[in-house]
């Protein structure tokens, strides 16, 4: 058995279009969708991510911001371009790259930035609202991968999905959205004993665990549908995820590669997050 192939370069280009439908209809009104991306310090991985997510915003016609501060920016700062950008009628969507400098409270800027701005889905009354399956803005990341299966035709109701990784941009949100789909859902961390047993268990199995192709194919259940999350850089300057793609595809059903997988689905969704904030905002919420 060979895997087949989930293709997220093209899903994601499906998806911008049905949004950019959505924003043409707002921009038609007179509101162009916007979206401020804030950047503190100089991480060549941050620089490029945001790029991406500006670059993609401007593709689909959508206002985009890029501010820059430098590393040594204090927290006050930091705060203070925020409470700005909350009270900017042409923002609509904000977004803060992570990680941010030591000396930087995350979660602290993440709580100022207004929730009906909040696109990336992590200010505490959204994951809140995520836990009742009511939120607006889904976590980017966990919300390409939902719309991914979706698109690949995917059942996921009554299925066993496995996810490792519990972190608060992925793992949890991961789980909460396969679980409002009606999976059965395992979280594993990095404390589960003999995880290999788990991961043999799931008909889905979402990798985000941050360690280069660290699932091996003796830990994927022949048939499974498996999501790499990760991006890694080896020794070498080649670009792995957290699975071992080369080898699990021969066992797996559905798998999907890095880079060309989650990646470009996590812009579509901030895409999709942006205009919804938009819709929302400016009162034309069409959901």
Same mark, same amino acid.
């Given at each position: 058995?060979? =895997?087949? &192939? ?7 280009? *499906? ?12 921009? =038609?009104?007179?509101? !162009?969708?916007?979206? =401020? ?19 993609? #915003? ?28 909350? %009270?900017?009628?042409? &923002?609509? /969507? &904000? ?5 941010? +400098? ?12 207004? +929730?009906?701005? @909040? ?12 836990? %009742? $399956?009511? %939120?607006?803005?889904?976590? #980017?990341?966990?919300? $390409? ?15 066993? =999905?496995?996810?490792? $990784? ?16 009606? *999976?059965?859902? !395992?979280? #594993? ?17 979402? *990798? ?9 194919? @003796?830990?994927?259940?022949? $048939? ?9 850089? %080896? ?5 792995? /995820?957290?699975? @071992? ?43």
């Amino acid at each position: 058995m060979t =895997a087949q &192939i989930i293709d997220g370069k093209a899903i994601s280009q *499906a998806v911008r279009l049905e949004w950019k439908a959505r924003a043409d209809r707002l921009i =038609a009104r007179g509101i !162009t969708p916007g979206l =401020a991306v804030i950047i503190v310090g100089s991480d060549p991985a941050s620089r490029v991510y945001v790029a991406n997510k500006v670059k993609a #915003c401007k593709d689909l016609g959508l206002y985009s911001v890029h501010v820059e501060l430098p590393g040594d920016a204090t927290e006050a700062e930091l705060l203070e371009k925020v409470a700005q950008l909350n %009270t900017d009628p042409g &923002i609509h /969507g &904000i977004l803060v790259q992570l990680p941010l +400098p030591k000396h930087i409270d995350a979660h602290k800027v993440i709580e100022a930035i207004n +929730p009906d701005k @909040d696109v990336d889905g992590f200010n505490e009354k959204n994951v809140g609202a995520l836990v %009742t $399956g009511e %939120t607006p803005f889904p976590s #980017c990341t966990p919300y $390409g991968v939902m719309v991914m299966l979706e698109k690949t035709g995917i059942e996921i109701e009554g299925r066993h =999905a496995v996810v490792v $990784g519990r972190s608060n941009i992925v793992g949890k949100p991961m789980a909460l959205l396969l679980l409002h789909k009606n *999976a059965t859902v !395992t979280i #594993c961390t990095s404390k589960t004993v003999d995880l290999a047993k788990h991961t043999r268990d799931a008909d889905i199995l979402v *990798a985000a665990v941050g360690r280069p192709e660290f699932i091996k194919k @003796d830990m994927v259940k022949p $048939g499974a549908v498996v999501i790499d999350v990760g991006i890694n850089r %080896t020794s070498e300057g080649k670009l792995v /995820g957290d699975v @071992d793609f080369a080898n699990v595809k021969e066992v797996a059903g559905y798998i999907t590669p890095v880079p060309g997988g989650v990646g470009p689905m996590t812009i579509a969704m901030l895409i999709a997050n942006t205009v919804r904030a938009a819709e929302r905002l400016s009162g034309m919420n069409d959901e």
